[in-house]
T-cell receptor, first 117, second 112 residues
């Protein structure tokens, strides 16, 4: 079964500290993996997207890594800010029919990050 | 450039009532989809469309209808609301169905 598992479920860090969020997936065949940030009461916003051949992609203080062999990804946040408080969702796109039973987008449950002053 | 616009932002329905959640995008995207987000669960696909006049079911389609008469609009209809449909609904669009999804800000629906 295609699944995306994220850890930890929630995380509290102090402002200025770094943190790393984890994503493991079993989606096959694999097309791409993306990280979204979802602020409370808002829709998800894309941070990064990586295909099979990409190992690392950065977007400002956000750096995502992908190991397609072990089917693991991480999102590293550097020098956290209060505005980083949000849910971070890992989404894996399976190759194949869009949206159908083959599962175009498989969403993780998210990691809720709280950055405290 | 508005992106993906969803209306209303909040709605309370009584069991058995019907309503339509609106979704419009101004990016000329062919691919549009509806998701629901429930506590402790990832977003789940309800229905999707790969172009005007073409729709198909996703993972959790029961109790919902869609149609796509124009590229811009993709409304989601609840035929007879049930408490199990209490959720936050997101509409998303994409130019190619694979990369670059844009999500709306969501509709929070409560069925009592």
């Amino acid at each position: 079964k295609n699944q995306v598992e994220q850890s930890p479920q929630s995380l509290i860090i102090l402002e200025g500290k770094n943190c790393t969020l984890q994503c493991n997936y079993t989606v096959s065949p694999f097309s791409n993996l993306r990280w979204y940030k979802q602020d409370t009461g808002r829709g998800p916003v894309s941070l990064t997207i990586m295909t099979f051949s990409e190992n690392t992609k950065s977007n400002g203080r956000y750096t995502a890594t992908l190991d397609a062999d072990t089917k693991q990804s991480s999102l590293h946040i550097t020098a956290s800010q209060l505005s980083d408080s949000a849910s971070y969702i890992c989404v894996v796109s399976g190759a194949g029919n869009y949206g159908g039973s083959q599962g175009n987008l498989i969403f993780g449950k998210g990691t809720k990050l709280s950055v405290k002053p | 450039n508005a992106g993906v616009t969803q209306t209303p932002k909040f709605q309370v329905l009584k069991t058995g009532q019907s309503m339509t959640l609106q979704c419009a995008q101004d990016m000329n995207h062919e691919y549009m989809s509806w998701y629901r987000q429930d506590p402790g669960m990832g977003l789940r696909l309800i229905h999707y469309s790969v172009g005007a006049g073409i729709t198909d079911q996703g993972e959790v389609p029961n109790g919902y209808n869609v149609s796509r008469s124009t590229t811009e609009d993709f409304p989601l209809r609840l035929l007879s609301a049930a408490p199990s449909q209490t959720s936050v609904y997101f509409c998303a669009s994409s130019s190619d169905g694979n990369y670059g999804y844009t999500f709306g800000s969501g509709t929070r629906l409560t069925v009592v």
